[in-house]
């Protein structure tokens, strides 16, 4: 694992299309706050940003860059609902609580369009993503979900789309059948985490990079014990997600680590008239250990896949995605990859995430299983909204249980590594 400090993923598309950002300080010595955030992705930053522009005192504490971390790793898909489909929700949670999950998770939509219009945010945000069938047997129940989202949630923006059409747009015929979703989107999420960081900065929070948090101490006033220096607040956001290690214990048996990867090919005029993804639209598929792929502005493929679930990330990024890219997409096979890199993301056993406060002083928003681009942001605001005017607004996410993961924060893994296999295993039959 990269320690504190760490630069950008040197051979990220992301990194190489970044709009740089002058380097915040390090804490210096001993400082106090109202809240302290840890943390530099978009829950941190979405919180940050959202209490500072309430006029309260924030500070937050990066080990290393601002959007280092998952967020400005990832696939950049803006997915609509939550990690789990309406389905699970009204089976586990009741009908009313599935329908006010919902409109949580369009309200993420649009906070991340809000963020972007409102701060004037150049991160090539475009409409439109294909969730797409990989096994034949999931047509129907694809298709009866999509007149349920019509009928139930009254979420007109998807319409099924059939084999042929969709081969078409896409530039492979590998799939079934898919649904496209003209309310959900892909952008740059690198870029759309620096532009939060800097309107978090003009608003007023103190941001703080390459200071790693080392310990919390609960006490009357909370501390969180720095690299650099103690900082005392009355409040304490844990914003850390797959990166928090050994500051909170119990969230952490709750919160799994797990890496994913995404490379960029040599412009193939993806996006663009006669290439693949010709609306330049983004594309998932429904493997439990998904691909997702996205065109860039300058006509990339962008795809992800492959997962690996201890710290130490493979030793070519580039062969371990190319291999499942070439399933999906075989017309590339002789197309330069220039760039790859991984990232970590955290997931809970329930695929829900985990935003709520933990006790008196202390609160966490993390776990998003691989739908942060949007919950993350909204977990960022509700956070803020719980400590200001609105407590109640964290009540829907912060009554869902999340389990802890057997054997907790030290056998997670092993036990992990078997689900996922199994769950890899069935996405072959
Ligand atoms: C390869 C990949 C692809 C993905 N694709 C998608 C996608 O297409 N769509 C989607 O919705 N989601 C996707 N995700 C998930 C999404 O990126 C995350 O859910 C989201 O970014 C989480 O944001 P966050 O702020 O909670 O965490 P992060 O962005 O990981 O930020 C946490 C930050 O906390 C810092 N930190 C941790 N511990 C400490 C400490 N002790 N002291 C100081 N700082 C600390 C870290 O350095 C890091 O910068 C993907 C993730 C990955 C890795």
């Avoid at 972007?116 to 797409?132: F, M």
């Avoid at 949007?374 to 803020?384: F, N």
């Amino acid at each position: 694992m990269e320690g504190p400090g760490e630069p950008y993923p040197a051979d990220s598309w992301y990194t190489a299309t970044a709009q740089a950002l002058d380097p915040f300080p390090a804490v210096d010595g001993d400082i106090k706050a109202d809240v302290a955030i840890v943390g530099g992705g978009f829950t941190g930053l979405s919180a940050a940003l959202h209490l500072a522009e309430r006029g309260v005192d924030v500070v937050l504490l990066e080990a290393n860059r601002v959007g280092w971390g998952a967020s400005g790793r990832n696939g950049g898909q803006i997915h609509s609902g939550q990690r789990r489909d309406v389905e699970w929700t009204e089976a586990h949670l009741g009908v009313e609580r599935s329908k006010r999950l919902w409109a949580l998770a369009e309200e993420s939509k649009a906070l991340v369009r809000d963020l972007i219009a409102r701060h004037d945010i150049d991160c090539d945000l475009r409409d439109g993503l294909y969730a797409t069938a990989h096994k034949k047997r999931f047509v129907e129940s694809e298709k009866r979900y999509v007149e349920k989202l019509r009928r139930d949630y009254g979420y007109e923006a998807v319409e099924w789309v059939d084999q042929e059409p969709l081969a078409d747009a896409l530039g492979t015929d590998v799939y079934y059948g898919g649904i496209h979703d003209a309310g959900a989107g892909h952008l740059h999420p690198l870029n759309f985490a620096l532009g939060i960081a800097r309107a978090a900065a003009a608003a007023g929070a103190r941001i703080h990079e390459t200071t790693e948090v080392t310990a919390l101490e609960d006490g009357a006033m909370p501390v969180l014990v720095t690299t650099r220096g103690r900082v005392t607040a009355d409040t304490v956001i844990l914003a850390g997600n797959g990166y928090l290690d050994g500051v909170e214990p119990d969230t952490e048996s709750r919160v799994m680590p797990i890496n994913n990867y995404i490379l960029a090919t040599e412009p193939v005029g993806a996006g663009q008239d006669g290439g693949i993804l010709k609306g330049g639209e983004a594309a998932s598929d429904s493997r439990f250990a998904v691909y997702y792929w996205r065109p860039t502005p300058d006509g990339r493929l962008l795809f992800g896949g492959g997962e690996t679930y201890s710290r130490r990330f493979p030793s070519d990024v580039r062969s371990f995605v190319r291999k499942h890219m070439l399933k999906i997409y075989p017309q590339f096979r002789n197309t330069r990859i220039d760039h790859a890199w991984g990232g970590t993301l955290a997931v809970t056993a329930s695929r829900m995430p985990r935003i709520r406060k933990l006790r008196t002083g202390v609160y966490v928003g993390a776990g998003y299983s691989g739908q942060g681009v949007t919950i993350a942001p909204l977990a960022g605001k509700l956070l803020a909204d719980a400590l200001t005017n609105a407590p109640g607004r964290l009540d829907d996410y912060a009554s869902i249980p999340t389990p802890q993961f057997p054997g907790g924060k030290w056998l997670r893994t092993p036990t992990l590594i078997a689900a996922m296999t199994w769950f890899a295993l069935r996405d072959r039959l």
